[in-house]
């Protein structure tokens, strides 16, 4: 007889595992099916800690070279081990992987070690070290996450052209690297091996960095980035990547067209985007078809079809962690009879550079798209006692209000520390807040935090440290 469960989950990701300890948490009988040898995902493994990690370490690195002397510490030499570097990030991947297993334990989840896929109204086939065998399962969740976009012309090897999971494992610091992209694992990734000494630079298709993001905070940002040493190529074609020689030559075009010229480097990164990991999940067998970008369909509720739901980065919505878990959490909670609820308006989005990167809710562009009649306050750095003793005064903080109602409507950020600041601003919109009961709640002195009660108070126009 076939093993029998309550809940099948296919995928042992973020989305997947918070998916699974939910399910498990409320009393269902629940298996969790992963093709990898350790828990976790992209995210734990080959994503968001792994980069945090080197990007830790490489900022303390360029701290350490570039601004240590200026708080009055001196030291006789400093030096990069990045074997050490690289063994600290595995640490940290290492515990938090073995975390989730050990939460899967304690919250009575089953560990399936295998591919898994749909195998009809359910049924999972799982192929593991054993060979095959079919499951029942009363639901079925398919967390199968993605993997990286290719760009047609450039093969990814792993060791002179990467991928985010090559680049996350160098053996050496390249003295040139080309970034493909833009975006988050662009400026990331980019950020990383530039502190660590390589000469980086990034080329990206459209005319301006990280497309999503709050224009203003862009053009602040990619001024600081260029301010780094990071140069960029915007508006910018690749053709194709030479890898016959020694070094990598890639060539590239204007985007709206012109000659090519070529960029002789050590390292590529190739990062445009990525897509849902949905081949081969037998999605056929329940008469669903994922689309061309490879996004399976689901409604509203996350539900595919009958019995068979779907969340994270292989559903529609932002390729983020903490989206995939609040997925996970509220389709376990409404297998379980409860009303699990996902907010999509104040989902937080945060590039780990230095300084961060973090917004939630709405850019100014997005509003006036919709024609909103909006108010902004908008605070620098600069100006924040905190950010002045800490000598991290770069950037500003932004919040958008509805003209009328006053609630916060998006807040953008580009500081150090602006991916914790930002938790506050995603808070206040879950509570639907107006910028003053921003403004009126007492922030502690002196603190970063500071900035986003000034940039609420902008709004009315009564700031009053600038
Ligand atoms: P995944 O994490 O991709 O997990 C899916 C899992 O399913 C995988 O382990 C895969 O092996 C398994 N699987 C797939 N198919 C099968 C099958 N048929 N059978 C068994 N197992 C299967 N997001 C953030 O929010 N913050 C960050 O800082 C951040 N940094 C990132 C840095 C990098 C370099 C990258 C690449 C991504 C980063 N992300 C970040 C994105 C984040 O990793 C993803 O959004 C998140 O992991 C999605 O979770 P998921 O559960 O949907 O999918
Ligand atoms: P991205 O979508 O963030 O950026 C891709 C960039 O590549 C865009 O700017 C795009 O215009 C550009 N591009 C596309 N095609 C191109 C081409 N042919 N030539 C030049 N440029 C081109 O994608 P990413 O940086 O690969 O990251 C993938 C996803 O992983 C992100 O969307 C994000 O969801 C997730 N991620 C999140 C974090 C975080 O939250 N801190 C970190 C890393 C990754």
């Not at 006036?368 to 909006?374: F, L, N, S």
Request: glycine share 12%.
């Amino acid at each position: 007889m076939a093993d029998s469960y309550d809940v099948v989950i296919i995928g042992g990701g973020p989305g997947g595992y918070n998916c699974a300890i939910r399910c498990g948490q409320l009393g269902l009988k629940v298996a969790c099916i992963e093709s990898r040898a350790t828990l976790g995902g992209t995210c734990l493994n080959v994503g968001c800690i792994p980069s945090k990690a080197l990007l830790h370490a490489s900022e303390l690195y360029e701290e350490a070279k570039e601004r240590f002397e200026s708080y009055g510490i001196g030291f006789d030499a400093l030096s990069l081990d990045l074997d050490r570097m690289m063994a600290q990030k595995a640490d940290a991947v290492d515990g938090l992987t073995k975390g989730v297993a050990f939460l899967f334990k304690k919250n009575k989840v089953e560990w399936i070690s295998g591919r898994g896929k749909v195998a009809g109204k359910g049924k999972v086939e799982v192929t593991g070290a054993d060979g095959t065998r079919t499951l029942e399962a009363g639901q079925i969740v398919i967390a199968a996450g993605s993997e990286v976009a290719p760009l047609p012309g450039v093969e990814i090897d792993e060791t002179r052209i990467v991928s985010s999971t090559g680049a996350l494992a160098l053996e050496e610091v390249p003295d040139r690297m080309v970034v493909i992209g833009a975006g988050v694992i662009g400026l990331e990734l980019g950020s990383v091996w530039r502190r660590l000494g390589a000469e980086v630079t990034v080329v990206e298709y459209l005319d301006r960095i990280m497309p999503g993001a709050d224009a203003d905070v862009v053009k602040t940002a990619q001024k600081l980035f260029a301010k780094q040493g990071m140069q960029f190529r915007l508006g910018t074609k690749v053709e194709g990547v030479d890898a016959s020689g020694k070094t990598l030559k890639v060539s590239v075009s204007p985007a709206k067209g012109g000659d090519s010229e070529t960029i002789e480097t050590d390292v590529v990164l190739v990062c445009i985007g990525r897509r849902p990991a949905t081949q081969d999940l037998g999605l056929e067998t329940i008469g669903v078809e994922a689309d061309k970008r490879g996004v399976i369909p689901a409604d509203d509720h996350l539900k595919v079809a009958d019995g068979v739901w779907a969340i994270g980065d292989c559903v529609a919505g932002p390729m983020l962690a903490h989206k995939a878990e609040e997925e996970g959490v509220a389709v376990a909670e409404r297998i379980a009879g409860k009303a699990g609820h996902v907010d999509y308006g104040v989902i937080p989005s945060v590039v780990y550079t230095a300084p961060e990167i973090a917004w939630v809710g709405a850019t100014e562009d997005a509003l006036k798209e919709a024609g909103r009649d909006y108010k902004t306050g908008n605070f620098p750095m600069m100006a924040n006692s905190r950010a002045r003793t800490n000598h991290t005064t770069d950037g500003m903080v932004k919040i958008l209000a509805d003209a009328k109602t006053d609630e916060v409507l998006g807040v953008h950020i580009v500081a150090t520390g602006a991916g914790e600041l930002i938790a506050e601003a995603a808070l206040a919109m879950a509570f639907r807040a107006s910028s003053e009961d921003i403004a009126r709640t007492c922030h502690a002195h002196p603190t970063l935090s500071e900035a986003v009660r000034q940039a609420a108070m902008g709004v009315e126009g009564w700031t009053m440290q600038a």
